[in-house]
């Protein structure tokens, strides 16, 4: 077996990444790989000659066996990496085989799991990885037809209204409030203009869906963006295995105007906006450790249903291979 470090990939590898993502879903239940991490594989032709080395291929021969994406940390946060084998070349060394090259690149790297998947308990387990972090998804049912609990009115306070996003005016002050909002958050704080652009081209975009809440100076305070799942999270396979579901994809509150109930109202607005597109059910990620953001989501009618997991060995003190 051969990994091969890359930097950008061409249409022919993107397509065998995305091919494996997605069986590896089928069999697994759950994609392995995070929606930043598709979008990075599927743009990625596109992208600048100063691109971190980021994509690691691992070849049985010349079949594509395995696929690893290293987001270098910046400012002294550790790499963390995504690492799926094909289903049926699992169990034969060749999740160890990526693993190893990532820990040459990045010796304090950090592994994400998504699901609670057993065999990735295991696998990190195998060479002293340990859970440090969670991130849950929760869910809620939406409308009358599901019997949902309706959703309370949102409140804004005096003055303050709300709006949706205008392409082409509104980016400036949104990606200031989103980095501010998310200074102490290690990926939505550091979004940048060409991340924004790059979702805006995804089919989902909707800017009907993307509410801002302004201050009575129009100044920009809070926002809530929504997304819709039209078919199942396994990407761009046009085959719909489950009824479309929405997102609170991000809710941002300026922390000038943290504490006034702005975080409640803006959610509120985009579930009601969600619930008018007829969708039956929402679901949001939080981190596990956000004992506020969890609190308000579950007043909102929210609850668990699954968690990703980050690993570590800066815990349990393990060397690096
Ligand atoms: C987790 C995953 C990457 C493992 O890949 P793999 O090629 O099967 O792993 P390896 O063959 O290198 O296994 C190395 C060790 O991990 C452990 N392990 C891996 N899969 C296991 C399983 N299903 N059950 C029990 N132990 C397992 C074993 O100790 C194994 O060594 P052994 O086979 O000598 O006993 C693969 O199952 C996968 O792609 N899962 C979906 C994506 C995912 O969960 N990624 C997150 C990884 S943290």
């Not at 109930?261 to 969708?279: D, F, K, M, N, P």
């Amino acid at each position: 077996m051969r990994v091969d470090g890359l930097f950008q990939l061409d249409d022919d590898q993107s397509h065998a990444v995305l091919s494996l993502a997605r069986r590896a879903t089928t069999t697994d239940g759950v994609t392995p790989l995070s929606e930043h991490v598709l979008l990075h594989v599927r743009h990625s032709s596109g992208g600048s000659v100063d691109d971190p080395l980021s994509h690691f291929l691992l070849y049985d021969g010349t079949q594509l066996a395995g696929y690893a994406h290293l987001e270098h940390g910046s400012g002294g946060e550790p790499a963390t990496a995504e690492v799926v084998i094909d289903p049926d070349l699992r169990r034969g060394g060749a999740g160890r085989t990526l693993v190893q090259a990532l820990l040459k690149q990045a010796p304090d790297l950090r592994l994400w799991s998504h699901g609670h998947l057993a065999a990735a308990r295991a696998f990190a387990a195998r060479d002293g990885f340990t859970s440090v972090r969670e991130l849950w998804r929760m869910k809620r049912p939406l409308g009358p037809e599901v019997g949902a609990e309706p959703l309370p009115e949102p409140r804004l306070p005096e003055g303050f209204t709300a709006r949706t996003f205008v392409e082409g005016q509104d980016e400036d002050a949104w990606l200031r409030v989103n980095a501010r909002a998310f200074a102490q958050h290690p990926e939505q704080g550091r979004i940048t203009r060409a991340d924004l652009d790059q979702r805006f081209a995804e089919d989902w975009f909707d800017p009907d869906g993307f509410i801002l809440v302004e201050d009575p100076h129009g100044r920009l305070a809070a926002f809530h963006w929504t997304k819709v799942h039209a078919h199942a999270a396994t990407p761009g396979n046009g085959q719909p295995s489950h009824p479309p579901i929405g997102e609170v994809y991000v809710v941002g509150v300026d922390p000038d105007y943290q504490g006034h109930g702005l975080g409640t109202a803006v959610t509120l607005l985009g579930l009601r906006h969600l619930e008018s597109l007829g969708l039956a059910e929402v679901m949001l990620y939080v981190d596990g450790d956000n004992a506020a953001a969890i609190a308000t989501y579950t007043r909102l009618g929210f609850q668990r249903a699954d968690v990703d997991v980050m690993y570590s060995r800066a815990a349990s003190g393990e060397p690096a291979a």
